[in-house]
Nanobody
Framework: QVQLVESGGGLVQAGDSLRLSCAATTRTFSSYVMGWFRQAPGKEREFVAT????????YYADSVKGRFTISRDSAKNTMYLQMNTLKPEDTALYYCAAARRVGVATAATDFGSWGQGTQVTVSS
Protein backbone atom coordinates (compact mmCIF):
# COMPACT_ATOMS: atom_id res chain seq x y z
CA GLN A 1 0.00 0.00 0.00
CA VAL A 2 1.27 3.44 -0.87
CA GLN A 3 1.46 6.29 1.65
CA LEU A 4 0.31 9.70 0.42
CA VAL A 5 0.94 13.17 1.87
CA GLU A 6 -0.72 16.28 0.50
CA SER A 7 0.59 19.82 0.80
CA GLY A 8 0.07 23.26 -0.70
CA GLY A 9 -3.34 24.19 0.60
CA GLY A 10 -4.12 27.57 2.10
CA LEU A 11 -6.37 30.61 2.27
CA VAL A 12 -6.61 32.62 -0.95
CA GLN A 13 -8.93 35.10 -2.58
CA ALA A 14 -11.26 34.39 -5.46
CA GLY A 15 -9.35 34.47 -8.73
CA ASP A 16 -6.06 33.39 -7.16
CA SER A 17 -4.11 30.23 -7.88
CA LEU A 18 -2.72 27.39 -5.77
CA ARG A 19 -0.72 24.28 -6.53
CA LEU A 20 -1.32 21.19 -4.46
CA SER A 21 1.25 18.42 -4.22
CA CYS A 22 0.84 14.78 -3.28
CA ALA A 23 4.03 12.94 -2.33
CA ALA A 24 3.85 9.15 -2.59
CA THR A 25 6.03 6.79 -0.59
CA THR A 26 6.42 3.82 -2.89
CA ARG A 27 8.97 2.29 -5.26
CA THR A 28 6.27 1.67 -7.84
CA PHE A 29 4.66 5.09 -8.27
CA SER A 30 4.26 4.54 -12.01
CA SER A 31 2.01 1.54 -11.36
CA TYR A 32 -0.67 3.69 -9.73
CA VAL A 33 -3.48 5.69 -11.25
CA MET A 34 -3.73 8.87 -9.20
CA GLY A 35 -6.62 11.15 -8.39
CA TRP A 36 -7.75 14.23 -6.50
CA PHE A 37 -11.00 14.42 -4.57
CA ARG A 38 -12.46 17.11 -2.33
CA GLN A 39 -14.99 17.35 0.45
CA ALA A 40 -16.70 20.52 1.57
CA PRO A 41 -18.37 20.80 4.99
CA GLY A 42 -21.71 19.02 5.01
CA LYS A 43 -21.17 17.53 1.56
CA GLU A 44 -20.03 14.19 0.23
CA ARG A 45 -16.54 13.62 -1.11
CA GLU A 46 -16.47 14.42 -4.82
CA PHE A 47 -14.18 13.61 -7.69
CA VAL A 48 -11.96 16.42 -8.99
CA ALA A 49 -9.38 14.96 -11.41
CA THR A 50 -7.52 11.79 -12.30
CA UNK A 51 -4.38 10.90 -14.25
CA UNK A 52 -3.30 7.57 -15.66
CA UNK A 53 -0.09 5.76 -14.83
CA UNK A 54 2.00 7.32 -17.60
CA UNK A 55 0.52 10.79 -17.29
CA UNK A 56 -0.73 10.69 -20.87
CA UNK A 57 -4.43 10.68 -20.01
CA UNK A 58 -6.34 12.96 -17.65
CA TYR A 59 -9.98 13.49 -16.78
CA TYR A 60 -11.69 16.29 -14.86
CA ALA A 61 -14.96 17.04 -13.16
CA ASP A 62 -17.01 19.54 -15.14
CA SER A 63 -16.84 22.02 -12.27
CA VAL A 64 -13.03 22.37 -12.57
CA LYS A 65 -12.44 21.69 -16.27
CA GLY A 66 -10.42 24.49 -17.85
CA ARG A 67 -9.28 25.85 -14.46
CA PHE A 68 -7.46 22.89 -12.84
CA THR A 69 -4.61 20.82 -14.25
CA ILE A 70 -3.48 17.48 -12.88
CA SER A 71 0.04 16.23 -13.53
CA ARG A 72 2.61 13.80 -12.15
CA ASP A 73 6.37 13.56 -11.91
CA SER A 74 7.51 9.95 -11.65
CA ALA A 75 11.10 10.98 -10.89
CA LYS A 76 9.82 12.72 -7.74
CA ASN A 77 6.99 10.29 -6.92
CA THR A 78 4.71 13.31 -6.79
CA MET A 79 1.38 14.32 -8.25
CA TYR A 80 0.21 17.91 -8.60
CA LEU A 81 -3.01 19.85 -8.96
CA GLN A 82 -2.60 23.33 -10.39
CA MET A 83 -5.70 25.31 -9.51
CA ASN A 84 -6.31 28.61 -11.29
CA THR A 85 -9.14 31.11 -11.12
CA LEU A 86 -10.26 29.74 -7.79
CA LYS A 87 -13.83 30.28 -6.68
CA PRO A 88 -15.40 30.26 -3.20
CA GLU A 89 -17.18 27.03 -4.16
CA ASP A 90 -13.76 25.38 -4.51
CA THR A 91 -13.37 25.63 -0.73
CA ALA A 92 -12.89 22.09 0.59
CA LEU A 93 -10.51 19.57 2.07
CA TYR A 94 -8.58 18.16 -0.88
CA TYR A 95 -7.44 14.53 -0.85
CA CYS A 96 -5.10 12.68 -3.13
CA ALA A 97 -5.69 9.00 -3.83
CA ALA A 98 -3.93 6.11 -5.54
CA ALA A 99 -5.32 3.07 -7.33
CA ARG A 100 -3.61 -0.04 -8.68
CA ARG A 101 -5.41 -0.26 -12.00
CA VAL A 102 -4.82 0.32 -15.68
CA GLY A 103 -7.25 3.05 -16.68
CA VAL A 104 -8.25 6.33 -15.07
CA ALA A 105 -10.84 6.18 -12.33
CA THR A 106 -13.40 8.65 -11.04
CA ALA A 107 -15.14 6.79 -8.22
CA ALA A 108 -13.76 7.03 -4.71
CA THR A 109 -14.31 3.31 -4.31
CA ASP A 110 -11.80 2.67 -7.10
CA PHE A 111 -8.98 4.08 -4.97
CA GLY A 112 -7.39 2.04 -2.21
CA SER A 113 -4.94 4.54 -0.72
CA TRP A 114 -5.72 8.03 0.56
CA GLY A 115 -3.86 10.95 2.05
CA GLN A 116 -4.99 12.96 5.07
CA GLY A 117 -6.04 15.98 3.02
CA THR A 118 -5.02 19.62 2.68
CA GLN A 119 -7.44 22.48 3.25
CA VAL A 120 -8.18 24.99 0.52
CA THR A 121 -10.22 28.03 1.46
CA VAL A 122 -11.22 30.61 -1.13
CA SER A 123 -12.65 33.89 0.11
CA SER A 124 -14.93 36.06 -2.01
Amino acid sequence: QVQLVESGGGLVQAGDSLRLSCAATTRTFSSYVMGWFRQAPGKEREFVATINRSGSNTYYADSVKGRFTISRDSAKNTMYLQMNTLKPEDTALYYCAAARRVGVATAATDFGSWGQGTQVTVSS
